[in-house]
């Protein structure tokens, strides 16, 4: 029997809301435009059930739309929220209904009403945050006219905290796992930064000569000097010529200890006795030994500025 008692509350009943603070607590959920999840898609479909109507949808409000994050009955994922049933459910404090929109003149005219999906039935329980900013609806739809009766309106609040208790859990899951990517990315700094200590710490390299490995401890080298595709490294007792570039050879090294004082050279800093015009003047006498003549090394200009501000000048 076609019934045109008006249950809904009208508009100056329905609760204010402050919409901005209500949208950024719908967006910190992260759902709006999310694939279907099977727990919501059973609470839509155990609504319709429940309340015997061939429609049934989670309703979610932005600021432009009504998005339907579950749904059973209707092809659509969305419509525009002027035309939204659930824009006044969601500020309703009890389940909002509405047993034959063509009756009420509030919606007689809505495109939803006069057209496609042809509602004539309308009840939504508020979907509310633990703050109780509501975010939409848990609602059910009929072609026909109809009422609720008080065991299936109770139900649907009973349904629409599970919606809500699903999101929590949802939000909470994003949160946990955006902190777990948060903590790796700060591991991963940490052990990038111990590793960078480590080598800028290293007191020895190893380089390739003859098919073996040598062992040269970063303490006896006194100057690196690039030769084409070749780099010799000096050490107080002898020359070690190797395949590679300066770059290379430079992460090797340990940045603390030696500079790049030409494109072709770098030089152990502690080995520096002198700065001569150009030039820098490296020790290569070896522990106990006295009298050797200096090292001389070429100091190119784009570099002797940097040389110089790492040398305790006095």
Not at 57 to 77: C, H, N, P, Y
Not at 137 to 159: F, G, K, M
Not at 171 to 193: F, H, I, P
Not at 253 to 259: E, H, I, K, S, V
Request: charged share 25%; proline share 5%; net charge neutral.
């Amino acid at each position: 029997m076609k019934s045109s008692k008006r249950t809904a509350p009208p508009e100056d009943a329905l609760r204010q809301v402050n919409e901005p603070e209500r949208l950024e607590s719908l967006y910190s959920y992260h759902v709006l435009d999310t694939d279907p999840e099977p727990a919501l898609n059973d609470l839509v479909q155990l609504s319709a059930f429940i309340c015997g109507t061939p429609m049934s949808m989670v309703s979610l409000i932005d600021s432009e739309r009504q998005w339907f994050k579950a749904k059973v009955g209707i092809s659509t994922r969305q419509t525009p929220r002027e035309y939204a049933f659930c824009q006044d459910a969601m500020r309703a404090s009890d389940v909002y209904e509405v047993p034959d929109a063509t009756a009420d003149n509030r919606y007689a005219e809505n495109p939803l009403v006069t057209g496609d999906p042809h509602i004539r039935f309308y009840a939504g329980a508020p979907l509310l945050t633990p703050e109780g900013l509501p975010l939409g609806t848990l609602c059910a739809l009929d072609t026909v006219p109809r009422q609720l009766t008080s065991d299936q309106r109770e139900a649907l609040r009973v349904l629409a905290r599970q919606v809500m208790a699903h999101l929590e859990l949802r939000r909470t899951r994003l949160q946990l796992e955006d902190e777990r990517q948060k903590m790796e990315g700060v591991l991963r700094m940490a052990n990038s930064s111990g590793e960078a200590l480590y080598a800028n710490n290293r007191n020895e390299i190893f380089v390739k000569q003859d098919q073996r490995l040598v062992r040269v401890a970063t303490a006896d080298l006194q100057y690196v000097e690039a030769l084409g595709d070749y780099v010799n490294l000096y050490t107080i007792r002898e020359r070690l010529t190797v395949y590679g570039t300066m770059k290379d050879l430079e992460t090797k090294l340990p940045g603390r200890d030696f500079a790049r004082v030409h494109r072709k050279y770098i030089v152990r800093l502690d080995r520096i006795v002198a700065i001569e015009a150009d030039a820098a003047l490296l020790d290569s006498s070896m522990a106990g030994a006295q009298g050797r003549t200096p090292v001389r090394v070429p100091i190119g200009s784009s570099y002797k500025s940097g040389l110089l501000g790492r040398l305790n000048l006095v």
